[in-house]
């Protein structure tokens, strides 16, 4: 079992419309959760981290964490064609001194205008 | 402006030669990382460091190595050893354990092909 999973789809929306992004981790001892958007050819940038259960929104972004279920996911609304890309779920690991981020295989989402 | 610097953007690298890329960061974060991207996947992790004068293996580390004596600069070499180096490579930094949430920012990158 990978650490870190997600759908690697294509995942595709129709322009407007809720995209939904999901990432399962195995470590029940980890406690910080990011979504990292990375366009084609682009390195990875940061648009939502999360550490408690419940839901956290940022504009149009809303990441949501179960730690129970190990379940983390990102919901993308009114979605618009810039929001094409690949959407990493990245997972803290580790002890202190020695903490390092694992990473999803990444999801690819495509907005059809 | 602060922010993590990587050099060079396209790299080649002949048989049997070890090449070097940079990395460098103004934002006084104490940890920095090096990931290795293969088209489709997603990062894995190559070395990474918590603070100067050390560093620990990450999941790939054979056939590469890195130096930490500064804490803005953290470059990596791809030595011979490294018989499939092509692929795209990120250099990270975060603030370390002194913040337990903070994230890693990326640097632009460095593309690596075979001659």
């Known amino acids: 079992q990978k650490e870190v999973e997600q759908n690697s789809g294509p995942l595709s929306v129709p322009e407007g419309a809720i995209a939904s992004l999901n990432c399962t981790y195995s470590?029940?001892?980890?406690?910080?959760f990011f979504w990292y958007r990375q366009y084609s050819g682009k390195s990875p940038e940061l648009i939502m981290s999360?550490?408690?259960?419940g839901d956290k929104e940022d504009g149009r972004f809303t990441a949501q964490l179960n730690k129970a279920s190990q379940y983390v996911s990102l919901l993308i609304r009114d979605s618009q064609p810039s929001d094409s890309a690949t959407y990493l779920c990245?997972?803290?690991?580790?002890?202190?001194?020695?903490?390092?981020?694992?990473f999803g295989q990444g999801t690819r989402l495509t907005i059809n205008p | 402006d602060g922010g993590i610097t990587q050099s060079p953007k396209y790299l080649f690298r002949k048989e049997g030669q070890n090449v070097t890329l940079s990395c460098e960061q103004n934002?006084?974060?104490?940890?920095m990382y090096w990931y290795r991207q293969d088209p489709g996947q997603g990062l894995r992790l190559i070395y990474y460091?918590?603070?100067?004068?050390?560093?620990q293996k990450g999941d790939i580390a054979e056939g590469y190595s890195v130096s930490r004596e500064k804490k803005e600069s953290f470059p990596l070499t791809v030595t011979s050893a490294q018989k499939n180096p092509t692929a795209f490579y990120l250099c990270?930094?975060?603030?370390?354990?002194?913040?337990?949430?903070?994230?890693?920012?990326f640097g632009d990158g460095t593309r690596l092909s075979i001659l």
């Open positions: 934002l006084n974060h104490d940890a």
């Open positions: 990245a997972v803290k690991q580790g002890d202190q001194g020695a903490q390092k981020l694992v």
């Open positions: 999360i550490y408690s259960n």
């Open positions: 470590d029940r001892g980890s406690q910080s």
């Open positions: 460091s918590q603070i100067v004068n050390d560093f």
């Open positions: 990270a930094s975060s603030i370390g354990d002194r913040g337990r949430n903070q994230p890693q920012h």
